[in-house]
């Protein structure tokens, strides 16, 4: 069974910094991608950070410059590192893979979500 599992989060004051990680675990033959999203109260779910395969980075525009994605596909694992946090960015931060398992070439796998909570 391949799971992922999230670390980090929590509560910060505005200006302040935070650090996510995400491992996943399980017999993954390929990763197409891997990610971060958030959902805030009332919101959609929308896309952080995304790294592709061949190394292709996309963030959501009002994050660039202040939060940066870096993956370790040795361990599979993805973090995202937040600096300058604003109240704005208050969420629920869910990791994301897109793997290569068994005989499913593009299966969509997320965490468990962790609270991200900026205070002005």
């Known amino acids: 069974q391949v799971q992922l599992v999230e670390s980090g989060g929590g509560t910060v004051q505005a200006g302040g910094s935070l650090r996510l990680s995400c491992v996943a675990s399980?017999?993954?033959?390929?990763?197409?991608?891997m990610g971060w999203y958030r959902q805030a109260p009332g919101k959609q779910r929308e896309l952080v950070a995304v790294v592709m395969r061949g190394g292709n980075t996309n963030y959501e525009d009002s994050v660039k410059g202040r939060f940066t994605i870096s993956v370790d596909n040795a361990k599979n694992t993805v973090a995202l590192q937040m600096n300058s946090l604003r109240p704005e960015d208050t969420a629920a931060y869910y990791c994301?893979?897109?793997?290569?398992?068994?005989?499913?070439?593009?299966?969509?796998?997320w965490g468990q979500g962790t609270l991200v909570t900026v205070s002005s």
């Open positions: 399980g017999s993954i033959f390929i990763i197409n991608s």
């Open positions: 994301n893979m897109n793997v290569w398992v068994g005989t499913i070439p593009r299966l969509d796998l």
